[in-house]
T-cell receptor
Framework: GEDVEQSLFLSVREGDSSVINCTYT??????LYWYKQEPGAGLQLLTY?????DMKQDQRLTVLLNKKDKHLSLRIADTQTGDSAIYFC???????????FGRGTSLIVHP | GAVVSQHPSRVICKSGTSVKIECRSL??????MFWYRQFPKKSLMLMAT?????????EQGVEKDKFLINHASLTLSTLTVTSAHPEDSSFYIC????????????FGPGTRLTVL
């Protein structure tokens, strides 16, 4: 099955850029997702990228996809304290639309 | 759009009792809903896939007689934890897939279950 890996923690200063990385094993996924989870809450779909794209930009968010290396990243520009949350990378296995989630990266933004 | 609600948000129950959690898609029809369990500092574990009008498909290791799922309509799925034990205490999250659109799942806010 799909294996999705993320680093568990990232600490940045307010105003800096944050880059959250994710690697996966199954390269046949059509969509790849980033979800955000704030404390005590469910998951919020942040953005997604089609597998035939290399990059997608949405305001402060930039998603980069390197299919050759099976690497997905999420860049948050001008990180704010409100961005502090857990970010999950989610990648469906080949032939299925049900994603496998990484363990989540806790982003801590300090002044 | 694409809002999913869960009720209750928190529930505390005694060991041995049953608890029902509701998941509703508020502004779209969901032929498929998913139930996840999230452990502290861990990722989401898919428990089962719930299809409207048919039996749920459970993931390996999930007891279907303990976690009863009913998907009676296009906007409602329920998860009942039967004969709850303290080890069932967890954060349960549902998600729904809009039948009209792509494969994106939209998540509910989660239900914190504490079994005493």
């Amino acid at each position: 099955g799909e294996d999705v890996e993320q680093s568990l923690f990232l600490s940045v200063r307010e105003g800096d850029s944050s880059v959250i990385n994710c690697t996966y094993t199954d390269s046949s996924s059509t969509y790849l997702y980033w979800y955000k989870q704030e404390p005590g809450a469910g998951l919020q779909l942040l953005t997604y990228i089609f597998s035939n794209m290399d990059m997608k930009q949405d305001q402060r968010l930039t998603v980069l996809l390197n299919k050759k290396d099976k690497h997905l990243s999420l860049r948050i520009a001008d990180t704010q304290t409100g961005d502090s949350a857990i970010y999950f990378c989610a990648v469906p296995s080949g032939g299925s639309y049900i994603p496998t989630f990484g363990r989540g990266t806790s982003l801590i933004v300090h002044p | 759009g694409a809002v999913v609600s869960q009720h209750p948000s928190r529930v505390i129950c005694k060991s041995g009792t049953s608890v029902k959690i509701e998941c509703r898609s508020l502004d779209f029809q969901a032929t498929t809903m998913f139930w996840y369990r999230q452990f502290p500092k861990k990722s989401l574990m898919l428990m089962a896939t719930s299809n409207e009008g048919s039996k749920a498909t459970y993931e390996q290791g999930v007891e279907k007689d303990k976690f009863l799922i009913n998907h009676a309509s296009l906007t409602l799925s329920t998860l009942t934890v039967t004969s709850a034990h303290p080890e069932d205490s967890s954060f349960y999250i549902c998600s729904a897939k809009d039948r009209g659109l792509d494969d994106t799942q939209y998540f509910g806010p989660g239900t914190r279950l504490t079994v005493l």
